[in-house]
Nanobody, 119 residues
Framework: QVQLVESGGGLVQPGGSLRLSCAASGSIFDMNVMRWYRQAPGKEREFVATVTSGGSTNYADSVKGRFTTSIDNAKNTVLLQMNSLKPEDTAVYYC?????????????WGKGTLVTVST
């Protein structure tokens, strides 16, 4: 059974930084595509960033230049470095993965970690 667990959320002032981590546990053979999504209060879940097992990345326009995602295949971990945070970045951040486990490729979600940007 593959599980994704996010960590690193918290309260930060505008202009500050946070680093989120998504750890995949279980028998992992390939972290094919990993994505970060976020959901602000009263809004729909939105795409934030993508990283592939080969290290290719893509970002939403709203975070481009401020957020950086990376993958450590050896540690089955994906990171999201968030800089120059704004109040509008406040949301629950979710990790999604298309991951190969013992039963083949499947889609998995973490339970989320809350990021609050406020004075």
């Amino acid at each position: 059974q593959v599980q994704l667990v996010e960590s690193g959320g918290g309260l930060v002032q505008p202009g500050g930084s946070l680093r989120l981590s998504c750890a995949a546990s279980g028998s992992i053979f390939d972290m094919n595509v990993m994505r970060w999504y976020r959901q602000a209060p009263g809004k729909e879940r939105e795409f934030v960033a993508t990283v592939t097992s080969g290290g290719s990345t893509n970002y939403a326009d709203s975070v481009k230049g401020r957020f950086t995602t990376s993958i450590d295949n050896a540690k089955n971990t994906v990171l999201l470095q968030m800089n120059s945070l704004k109040p509008e970045d406040t949301a629950v951040y979710y990790c999604y993965g298309n991951v190969k486990g013992p039963m083949g490729y499947g889609d998995y979600w973490g339970k989320g970690t809350l990021v609050t940007v406020s004075t």
